[in-house]
Each structure stands twice: as structure tokens, then as C-alpha cells.
């Protein structure tokens, strides 16, 4: 069957008498389309006036010439097939023996970004991650990227994607959210996926290594803004996101929490300040708010970044609802530090209709990589 598909030709000519060795000239030439010498060509003595159409096999060309001169191949009057890449003739002058080698088109280019809506790839396991693209996304136009991580346990990322209404507030601000699987826990007791974000959780592997693959492989598929690259984490995965935030200062403009305190093993120095805005309840029964002699708590937390982003003013503090106090420190190098403390709130994310995911959103959104925070208005949380 004729290879229709074929893109170009290149059609070398030699002479005048000792074959395919002297005075070559080569021509490039459509394949499987009518064209016109005299148009190609103007004025080459070896080309007629007539029209021609060649088709590529994957042995042959097959060249058909036409009465016509215009382009339109019409009213057949002669035709030739040739072996490809061998020297045959003699043909017409002032270069009668030829070579024919016929090329495929390049490889068809991949439409850029992923359609809106959910999409699992594969970095480290199969169909380990979720990207939730937003509806409104439009390839030409790079969107900021949220990595968002679960606890420890029986979690997968369409688990934590469904716990909570971060993709609701992707779409209406048009960032991609991220949902990555953890590594494998190697407690004896707590079972399943967990991350290794310093002294906790129950992990060896190099987690933040898996995350900035993670980062790399959705760049690949979407028009990301690398400046405004975020994570966000639940319990363990809050604890990745506190660690993300001392090694990888250099993707992540800014980090969240929930639940998650900070266990960075070792001194904490990231390469640039980095906001942090963390949330914790009071009466949280797995890593106790005010900490203990194995875990850091709420206190602890707010105190490392203050130290870390050197903040140098007492925090203010703002009742956001009946349930949730924001302790804020401002006046630290380029960055701002936030505890949301959640009166009465145990190790669970808050409630959907609260609105803390918007919350939370408003606080990263405010940050760039090497760039001042702009000004935006802040949403409220709204639980009673």
C-alpha cells in the first residue's frame, strides 16, 4: 500500500555521463500532493513544464506526470517507478541519472496541557498522582501548582482529594492542585502510606526528592508558574510540608500545614524566607497543641519559623470566628508567619463549609519567588 503519509523527498540528479558520482544537485520535494516544476524551480533546465505527483512506498517512488502546469495534476500523460536510494536512469539532461530517498513527516506534536479536569501519572509507583487541572486553564498562560499531601494511613491521594474542597477553589482561581501518594510506612503498628518529613513520620525514604520529581513531571504536562509553586500538607503531610519548606526554599514560594508540626531534623536553612501560614486544634490528640517531649506542637512551630524567617515583632493576634484565633507575625525578612488555632479541634481536617481551604489559599496565593507579596483580600473562616 502507498505510503500516503510520507512528508518529503529529496531527489538527487547527477551527470552528465558517469552515474550518480559527479556534478549532483539535490531537490526537495513534496510527497503525495500535486506540485508544479516551473513554480518550484523557475527557469531549471531540468525540469519540464508539466505537473507532477510522486508517492513514496517503502521500497519505490512512483512519480506521474500530467498535461496540466498548474498545479492541479490533470490529464495523465506519463509516469515511472524507481528502487529508492539506488542510482537509476538515465533520464532527461543536463542531468540524466537520479537517486530518490523519501522521508517521514515529524512525529505529530502533543496538544500542550492537559485537558480540565483529574489526570493520574506515575512517578515513583504506578498511578501514584493526581493532578487536578482547573476548568478554566488555558495552556498559554502558566498557573500556579499546590502540592497537597495526606497523613499517614490507609490514604491515597483521591482520598485526601475528596476530603476536602480544595479543587472548588482551584477552579474558581485557576492554579492545579497536586495529590501525591507518601512512601511506605515501616511502623509496626501503623500501616500504609506516610511521608519522611525529618523526625517524623515512620518513613527513610527521600520524600523531598519524590516531590520535586513530582514538581518536574507536572511541568512537563501543564504551563506552570515556577515562581508560584506551593505545598500543603495534612498531619504527615503537613510535617512534609514544614521540611519542603527548609530544603526546597527554591520551588515552593510558600507552605501550609494542618495539623502537622514542624520535625525538620537537623538546623532548618532555606535558602530564601518562607512564608508559612500553620493550623493546629487545641485538643488535637495525635500531636498535642502544646507539644510534647517526642513532638513539637502548635507553640514550637510558630517559634521555629519566627526564628527561621527571623520575625522580629510580637504576633497579633485576630479572632477569624468563634472557633479559629490567628496568631500573625509580619515584620520578618520578605515572609510572614500565621498560626491558626482552632479552639476545640482535634486531628481532623476542619470542616468543608468552613471555608478554610479558601483560607488558605488566600495566604499562599500572596506569595512569590523573588518577589514581594501582593495585596489581596482575605476570606474568612466561617464555622460556628
Not at 147 to 166: C, E, I, K, W
Not at 207 to 231: H, I, M, N, P, S
Not at 340 to 361: D, N, Y
Request: a negative charge.
Amino acid at each position: 500500500m502507498l505510503a500516503a503519509t510520507l512528508a518529503t523527498e529529496n531527489m538527487t540528479v547527477c551527470g552528465p555521463d558517469d552515474g550518480c558520482n559527479s556534478d549532483c544537485k539535490t531537490y526537495r520535494l513534496p510527497l503525495s500532493t500535486c506540485f508544479s516544476p516551473p513554480a518550484l524551480f523557475p527557469g531549471d533546465p531540468q525540469w519540464g513544464t508539466s505537473d507532477v505527483f510522486d508517492v513514496c512506498t517503502k521500497t519505490h517512488l512512483h512519480r506521474t506526470f500530467y498535461a496540466s502546469a498548474d498545479g492541479s495534476c490533470t490529464n495523465k500523460t506519463d509516469s515511472f517507478t524507481v528502487p529508492l536510494n539506488e542510482c537509476v536512469g538515465p533520464f532527461g539532461k543536463p542531468r540524466p541519472w537520479g537517486s530518490f530517498a523519501c522521508s517521514p513527516p515529524p512525529p505529530p506534536q502533543e496538544e500542550a496541557g492537559l485537558a480540565p479536569g483529574d489526570h493520574t501519572i506515575t512517578v515513583r509507583a504506578t498511578n501514584d498522582t493526581i493532578i487536578h487541572v482547573p476548568t478554566h486553564y488555558d495552556p498559554s498562560k502558566p498557573v500556579p501548582v499546590l502540592l497537597a499531601m495526606h497523613g499517614l494511613g490507609a490514604n491515597y491521594p483521591v482520598d485526601f482529594q475528596r476530603s476536602m474542597t480544595m479543587d472548588a477553589v482551584a477552579d474558581n482561581e485557576t492554579f492545579a492542585v497536586v495529590y501525591p501518594l507518601g512512601s511506605k510506612s515501616i511502623s509496626v503498628t501503623l500501616f500504609g502510606h506516610t511521608w519522611n518529613g525529618g523526625k517524623c513520620c515512620f518513613s527513610h525514604a527521600n520524600d523531598t526528592a519524590f516531590l520535586l520529581q513530582v514538581v518536574e513531571e507536572v511541568g512537563k504536562l501543564l504551563t506552570v508558574d515556577r515562581t508560584r509553586v506551593y505545598a500543603m500538607g495534612f498531619s504527615a503531610g503537613g510535617v512534609m510540608s514544614h521540611a519542603l519548606g527548609c530544603a526546597a526554599a527554591d520551588t515552593f514560594a510558600a507552605i501550609a500545614s494542618m495539623d502537622g508540626p514542624f520535625e525538620v531534623e537537623g538546623e532548618c536553612t532555606p535558602s530564601r524566607p518562607m512564608p508559612v501560614q500553620h493550623w493546629h486544634g487545641t485538643l488535637d490528640e495525635v500531636f498535642p497543641y502544646p507539644g510534647t517531649p517526642i513532638y513539637n506542637g502548635a507553640p514550637q512551630t510558630f517559634a521555629a519559623w519566627q526564628s527561621v524567617d527571623m520575625c522580629k515583632d510580637e504576633p497579633t493576634n485576630s479572632t477569624q470566628s468563634r472557633r479559629v484565633t490567628l496568631h500573625t507575625s509580619t515584620e520578618c525578612t520578605a515572609s510572614e508567619v500565621q498560626l491558626a488555632t482552632i479552639h476545640g479541634g482535634t486531628h481532623v481536617l476542619p470542616p468543608k463549609k468552613s471555608g478554610w481551604e479558601q483560607f488558605m489559599w488566600d495566604f499562599l496565593k500572596r506569595w512569590k519567588i523573588e518577589s514581594p507579596p501582593s495585596q489581596v483580600e482575605v476570606v474568612s473562616v466561617s464555622w460556628v
